[in-house]
Structures are given as C-alpha cells and as structure tokens.
C-alpha cells in the first residue's frame, strides 16, 4: 500500500461514497487491426475505491490517496509505485477533469488484477478504465460510455485497447477531428481527441485462442521497432487485409481470417522479440487455426479458429513455447465478453 498526501480546502465532508467496477482486459492490433481493433478478453480488473472525503483538495496540493494492490498488480505495489503515477488513479482524475469536477481531497482505492502485466493483454487500458468507470459512479458524473472510452484513450494512448474494456466485444476504434466534448450528448466542452467506436460481429462458430508465455514484452520498446514509413504496396495490403478482418469476424470465412491475421504493418517488426513467435503460430495452424499473430504488441499469441478446435490450439501453443524451455498458460475465449 502507498500513500501520497494532500490536504483539502475546507469546509465540513460529507458522509464517504463508494464504488466498485469489474474490467476486461483485452487483445488490441487484431490481426490487421493495428492500433484500432481490439477483442475484450476474460481477464479481469476489479477494483473498488472510497472517497472518504469528497472536499477538494487544497489548490497546489495533491489529494490524499491510498492504493492496495492484488493479484497480478502485487508486483507493481512491489515496487513501491507513486500512487500519484497510478494508471487506476490516473483515469479517475481524468473523468473528474473532463466533466469539470475537482479531485475529492481523500481517496482510497484496492485493485485486484487476473491480467497479465506487460503481456500484450491490456492490463494498463483496464487500469484507466477501472479509475475512470470509478469517478464516474461514485461522483455520479454521467458520462456516457462514449466519453468514457475517448477519456480514457487520451491517457491510455490506445484506444483498440481501451474500448474493449469500457464496451465489450470486438471494437473497432476509429479517430475522428478533435472536437469539443467527446462524443456524448452531455459532455461538456474541452478540446481532446475523438473517435467513433463501433462493435464488430464475431460469428458464433468463432473462438479466439491466447498463449500467455512467462516473459514480459515492454509496449514501448514495441513502438520503438516499428519503421516510421512503409512502402505504398504495403499500405495496400494492410488497406485490404483490413476489410478482411472486418468481413471474416462477422462471416466466419477462414480465408479471409487468415489473410486478416498475416499483418503487414507491426507483427514483422516485432515478431523477432517474442522468442518461439514462429514455432507457436506454426502448430496453431497445424491444430486447426486459421492463423495466429501478436496480442498487443506481445508477448501473448493468439488465434482465430473454429469454436470447436480453439482449446486444442490453444494447448498446442502452449505445448509449443514448453518446447524451447517457455512456460506459458493456455486459455480460449468464445462468446462476447462484458464488463461487470
């Protein structure tokens, strides 16, 4: 547990507030949705906070907040991290900064956490979505889910990664012009960024099959890797492997996955970084898949096979990486996942 101190600006505090918020994480870049598809995932952030005294804090000083962290997040509370750099408490104090509302003087928080750190799995969308759904309850902000997501991305930075976690299901995320407000009928003004969020389908005979192997992959050094301009041929490609993610989500047609999931624009440049990449997309094919590629920018694997042969990939995949000494957990997604 960490504490960072403040002092609030006066006047007598109501009685607390609180309020609790269960998260997905999610897969982004799906396939050849680089930076604006992503699938939400069952793996969870719960996290609950109390606002014990919900008085701004004095002007110049930050407010008083206790964060405990569990699950996968002990390792960060290992590191003794300043809560104020906290993604959970970073997303509530942007929800309060976009509806106009100053940051109560006393928060606690306690976050619990299934998703993977550093794996490629969203753990940090979900920490931001968790503080931002948070601030929203408790301080009864009404923002709608829409300014909920932009909110979140202008912290996050990903919004393929945040969307999933705020609506659930594939979402594609598409950025629009800055505007004022973000997209709800009562946001208030602010210039930030804008996107459109739209739910794809996922045909029903589909499952999504995820490799989590035990080592981490830095986001950053992900970005790092990618080439900063690409031949005009290779922005073609992507343009068409695209729509044919878009189309064989909804139809379940496994030629046009499988081109989906043979992206042009980020797997090349960091495939090098995922030790046993090629060995693990090899037998996901050879089980049944119509292919596998990076979740995030790694170092999970996933793929897209028929929901009747995605936990054989799924245990193929992990059986691949325990060839070359790597010890990774197998799991398979089907159906929409929500959060709670």
Not at 93 to 102: D, E, F, I, S, T
Request: glycine share 12%; charged share 20%; aromatic share 4%.
């Amino acid at each position: 547990m960490s504490a960072l101190a403040g002092a609030p600006a006066g006047g007598p505090a109501s009685k607390p507030s609180r309020a609790m918020v269960r998260v997905p994480g999610s897969a982004a870049n799906l396939g050849a949705g680089f930076d604006c598809v992503g699938l939400a995932v069952d793996r969870w952030l719960e996290a609950d906070v109390v606002v014990e005294d919900d008085r701004p804090a004095r002007e110049g000083a930050p407010p008083s907040v206790r964060v405990q962290r569990g699950g996968e997040l002990r390792a960060v509370d290992a590191l003794d991290a300043n809560p104020g750099d906290d993604l959970l408490v970073a997303g509530f104090m942007a929800a309060c900064r976009a509806r106009g509302r100053p940051v109560p003087a006393q928060l606690a928080f306690t976050a619990s956490s299934s998703i993977p750190v550093a794996r490629g799995l969203g753990s940090s969308a979900a920490a931001v979505v968790a503080g931002a759904r948070l601030a929203d309850i408790a301080l009864a902000l009404g923002m709608s889910p829409e300014a909920l997501a932009a909110t979140c991305a202008g912290v996050e930075g990903h919004p393929d990664n945040v969307a999933p976690s705020v609506f659930g299901g594939a979402m594609l995320c598409v950025p629009r012009a800055p505007t004022a407000g973000t997209g709800g009928p009562s946001d208030r003004p602010g210039d930030r960024p804008a996107y459109s969020f739209a739910e794809l389908p996922v045909h029903e005979s589909l499952a999504f099959a995820f490799a989590v192997p035990d080592f981490p992959l830095s986001t950053k050094a992900g970005r790092a890797a990618l080439p900063s301009t690409l031949p005009y041929a290779a922005a073609t490609a992507a343009a068409v492997k695209g729509a044919a993610l878009v189309r064989g989500l909804a139809t379940g047609d496994g030629a046009l996955l499988a081109a989906a999931l043979d992206d042009v624009l980020h797997v090349p440049y960091r495939r090098a970084s995922v030790r046993g990449y090629d060995a693990v997309e090899r037998v996901a094919v050879a089980a049944g898949a119509f292919g596998a590629t990076l979740s995030g920018s790694g170092s999970t694997m996933l793929a897209i096979a028929p929901a009747n042969r995605a936990q054989r990939v799924a245990e193929a995949m992990r059986e691949a990486w325990a060839e070359t000494g790597v010890r990774a957990e197998a799991f398979v997604v089907r159906g929409v996942v929500r959060p709670g």
